[in-house]
T-cell receptor, first 117, second 113 residues
């Protein structure tokens, strides 16, 4: 079945450590996204990529980094510069890299929950 | 992109219709209305979207007022599994914008047995 796979589902990290969250999709979608969600809050956009080898900062990119070397993969690294990294991280994809299409709906993964000890 | 206003929470009896309102008074002519929902600790799920006309699919109906300043998502026969946070989002289509969706806090719908 086509979909988005995020791993790991749960991750614990010590302060000062970098950690990389994996996101893989087999939907042949052009665009991929990373959102962060804190308890009781909506989703906030970290980074997005509309095409391979290109990505853009979202609203809260500080302390995060991404790469888009392959169409199907969009890993997110949470660096030690991120002051409050404990959160639920969601990866998504959409068929078009051009967001102006009204049919450009998002498909989300199941999420990765990061806890900093 | 136009901002949206949704009530923070709503209750609905199981088997009854759930009507979730969304105000988007600053919406412009080329902005679509999208609805997603998020069941606890899962990724959001797309429900439906529309521009001007009312839309219906196997999950829900979307009613957009004639002036497009508000819309209502209707779940015709709510079940316990419909308990979730529902997000209403408006975003520019056409040639004016090329930005990702922005999610607010949504409406927490509780379906009660």
């Amino acid at each position: 079945d086509g979909g988005i796979t995020q791993s790991p589902k749960y991750l614990f990290r010590k302060e000062g450590q970098n950690v990389t969250l994996s996101c893989e999709q087999n939907l042949n979608h052009d665009a991929m996204y990373w959102y962060r969600q804190d308890p009781g809050q909506g989703l906030r956009l970290i980074y997005y990529s509309q095409i391979v080898n290109d990505f853009q900062k979202g609203d809260i990119a500080e302390g995060y980094s991404v790469s888009r070397e392959k169409k199907e993969s969009f890993p997110l690294t949470v660096t030690s510069a991120q002051k409050n990294p404990t959160a639920f991280y969601l990866c998504a994809s959409s068929i078009f890299g051009d967001f102006r299409s009204g049919a450009n709906v998002l498909t989300f993964g199941a999420g990765s929950r990061l806890t900093v000890l | 992109d136009a901002k949206t206003t949704q009530p923070p929470s709503m209750d609905c009896a199981e088997g009854r219709a759930a009507n979730l309102p969304c105000n988007h008074s600053t919406i412009s002519g080329n902005e679509y209305v999208y609805w997603y929902r998020q069941i606890h600790s899962q990724g959001p799920q797309y429900i439906i979207h529309g521009l001007k006309n009312n839309e219906t699919n196997e999950m829900a109906s979307l009613i957009i007022t004639e002036d497009r300043k508000s819309s209502t998502l209707i779940l015709p026969h709510a079940t316990l599994r419909d308990t979730a946070v529902y997000y209403c989002i408006v975003r520019v289509g056409g040639t004016a914008g090329n930005t990702p969706l922005v999610f607010g806090k949504g409406t927490r719908l509780s379906v009660i047995a």
